[in-house]
């Protein structure tokens, strides 16, 4: 007689059944932990191959650990100017895009006026509008306009399609707000300026917050619509298409690694804030 008529003879579930019940149970959290290897594997392999010491130019084989890539990043020539630029265009657009996209989303939530509902409209066209299409209207309107190409397009550009992401962050937490807390404030005493000082941007600095981080990481990261505007100056990602032409240098892992690895640390920051605002309010 087999184990598995014994169990069943015994009133026990049988080794397929115990199994087939545990999947059942954690068929989520498995698909959970499938899903997040799937997207953190490339990651991974960026990550493991910054540390790669390549036979020649292209660093897509294993060969042996060195910690040169990292001591010398930039030994590759071209590639401080261009992830220096990418970083100043970054924290510009950024910071600009943020700006006007949070008075933008207080307007758009707060206020009525004539237009409200084309407004909503434009700003979530470059959200769904493929970015060939606003590389190349951009590239002919600065045509049209016979503006020189070069850091001030790539700016435009990147503050044009950051300022719907900062828009739609910050509004989503401006929906939520409690306006009663602002007309508690403006019942003591307090005016329009100094309510929105002490109260409005205390309780959305977690969403600003978010959305800068959003832009900065979109803006590192463009290629197609800086291809378009960018004109003689090199961006981190202009860099690494042009270097894969001819090689593939460790020294982009080790960018890449950095970049992903400051940008994870400033959302992880950026959690621990809400959490502590979180528990803080209860």
């Known amino acids: 007689m087999s184990a598995v008529a014994v169990e069943r003879r015994a009133g026990r579930p049988s080794v397929l059944a115990r199994a087939w019940a545990f999947i059942r149970h954690h068929l989520l959290t498995i698909y959970s932990i499938l899903f997040f290897a799937y997207l953190l594997l490339p990651i991974a392999v960026v990550v493991v191959f910054s540390f790669n010491n390549p036979p020649g130019k292209f660093n897509y084989t294993w060969n042996s650990f060195t910690w040169d890539n ?6 590759v020539p071209g590639i401080r100017s261009a992830i220096f630029l990418s970083l100043e265009i970054a924290l510009i657009a950024s910071v600009i895009a943020t700006a006007l ?3 933008i989303a207080l307007a758009l939530v707060r206020y009525s006026f004539r237009g409200r509902a084309s407004t909503n409209i434009l700003i979530f066209l470059p959200l769904s509008t493929p970015e060939i ?3 190349a209207s951009l590239l002919t309107l600065f045509l ?5 190409f070069g850091f001030w397009t790539i700016l435009i550009a990147h503050i044009m399609f950051c300022i719907s992401f900062a828009v739609v962050t910050v509004k989503a937490r401006l929906v939520g707000f409690d306006r009663h807390l602002e007309e508690a404030a403006m019942d003591l005493g307090a005016n329009e300026w100094r309510t929105f000082q002490k109260v409005t941007l205390p309780l959305i600095a977690p969403a600003i917050l978010a ?8 803006s590192v990261d463009d290629f197609v619509v800086t291809y378009f505007n960018s004109g003689a ?8 298409w042009g270097a894969a032409k001819i090689g593939a240098p460790p020294q982009v892992n080790v960018i890449g690694t950095a970049i992903f690895v400051i940008a994870l640390t400033a959302m992880l920051f950026n959690v621990l804030i809400q959490t502590r605002r979180s528990k803080g309010a209860a």
């Open 233 to 240: 100056r090199v961006t981190f990602p202009l860099f690494v």
């Open 133 to 135: 299409v606003l590389g």
């Open 144 to 148: 049209d306009l016979k503006v020189v």
């Open 101 to 103: 996209g949070t008075l």
């Open 211 to 218: 959305a800068l981080l959003l832009c900065f990481a979109i």
């Open 70 to 75: 990292w001591r010398y990043w930039d030994g």
